[in-house]
């Protein structure tokens, strides 16, 4: 705040109290004090001051600007395989394929001789194992549970190998400096993934949250955040739209920088300016935080970049703001309000519900003035009660991050894995189908508004099956050790086990005639047309042999 007793009278100060009036940025002051004291080159900065005054608020124009969607007509005819690899890239992949094998043969002496297309159908397992989660990743090849369309896929030994061994970044090519980023095994994936995420046009309103990735496990970037769902695991940045789409990203790293100078915004503060740092200026952009990031400074910088803001705000955050107090308030009722305006057009609610909450804004106040129903405990009933416009903005658009976290959890499978960083990198792999989701919806909603999207669920398993099957040939027995190898001929599978308990149950045991194979019962080497529906087995049933009657007898 202005300091009034370091002012002097001079004309060279007047000029200077005049020009802070004027502007929003800090304006460096030399005082006497301070070149006595420490005789340092270091200025003490000068914070505006903020007048509010009760009276009317002036709300701009904000009409926002669209930007042309381009290559909507062109993606018109696209599969939900061809969304994902809109931003899951056939580079990412292949520079993973190369940097696992790289990590095998340092850690293990030989290489996997993995490649992208396998690369791409362990995404699609992942992806069908989170629509059928199992208790644990060897439960999708056992014969009692298996699941078709992850166990035909691929082995389950080389599946697990492929897990323990999949790597993004050179262990031994990586500088010092370069290791000071706590991210730096993931970097490049992250980098590219980020970059492909801002390739979308945005959405007018966007909503700067947290973002929460399960983890239990040991790390240096866990944190304990009580109010989560989750309430262990890393902390993201996220700047999503109203439809869940994720535009930016960066994972906390902790407290960064402690030697820098205090930011006249807020730690909080700078993260909403660098969530925000690439909207285009000028487009009338709408942004929406809650009180964890919100400052009147930062809604004066984003006002400059004529970028909106909207924010729950906390008490100490308010500086030389009087306003009604939550008992005065509460005289008047549920529904009752109170506002300021300052000088540089920026409002102040404090609105009463069954509590005071205050919210900031650069573009919404009060009017028009709107009902909400609450339901009234003492009397059995329902009332209507007024509310301001901000804060009906407000609930509408800040829940971009909460509806994407929620996509997110739905069709998720977990892995357990000694890295920490894999499990940051397996929730962007979801991110990424859930963007996918949200890009073909909005192509299909400008092409046919009418048209009947298809649900997430069948979205992702679309995807899965693409990743598993699109141009793979079907591999039999273990994987080529090198690409000119011929291949080994297919083994015989065990057929599964009848439980006894099913086999004598003597019912609904119907034979029918289906493609000749072995006898399930027969020691020696008899083939039969006959199978038995209900326990999926080939027996005997002819003049010579009835093993469909020995099979099913009950001794």
Known sequence: MHDDESSDSSDEEDYQEESVAQSSIEVEVPTTQDTIKKQSVKKNAKKKEYRWRKKQFQPPSVDFIASDEEGTEDRCNWTPYMYFKQFVTDEMLQKTAEQTNLYSVQKEGKS???????????????????????????????????????????????????????????????????????????????????????????????AVDEIMVPFKGKSHLRVYMPA?????????WGRAGQSGFLYDFDVCQGAEHQDREKSEVGVTGEVVLKMTSTLPAGKNHKVFADNYFTSVPLVQHLKEREIHYIGTIRMNRMPNCTMMDERELKKHGRGSMDFRVNQDNNIIVRWFDNKAVNLISSFVGIEPVGNVKRWVFKYKTHIMLPRPAIVEAYNKFMGGVDLLDM???????????????????????????????????????????????????????????SLTSAGKAKKFGRPLSCPEAAPSPPRKRSSCSVPLDVRRDAMDHFPTWETRQRCKHCTSNHFSHVYCEKCKVHLCLNKDRNCFRDYHKVK
């Open 407 to 465: 996509l997110s959890a739905l069709y998720k499978f977990s892995f357990r894995s000694r890295r920490w960083y894999m499990y940051i990198w397996w929730h962007t792999v979801t991110v990424a189908v859930i963007n996918a989701w949200n890009l073909y919806r909005r192509d299909k909603k400008m092409l046919d508004p009418k048209m009947k999207t298809m649900a997430l669920r069948r979205f992702q398993a679309l995807v899965g099956t």
């Open 228 to 236: 989560k769902p989750h309430k262990w695991g890393f902390k993201m």
């Open 112 to 206: 996997i001789n993995t490649t992208a297309k396998e690369i791409e159908q362990v995404l699609g397992m992942y992806m069908h194992m989170g629509l059928v989660q199992m208790s644990c990743v060897r439960a999708y090849w056992e014969m009692e549970t298996k699941l078709p369309a992850v166990c035909d896929v691929m082995s389950r030994d080389r599946f697990l190998k492929l897990l323990t061994l999949i790597h993004f970044q050179d262990n031994f090519s990586v500088s010092d400096d370069a290791k000071k980023d706590k991210l730096w095994k993931l970097r490049p994936w992250l980098q590219k993934l980020r970059e492909q995420f801002l390739c979308i046009p945005p959405e007018e309103c966007h």
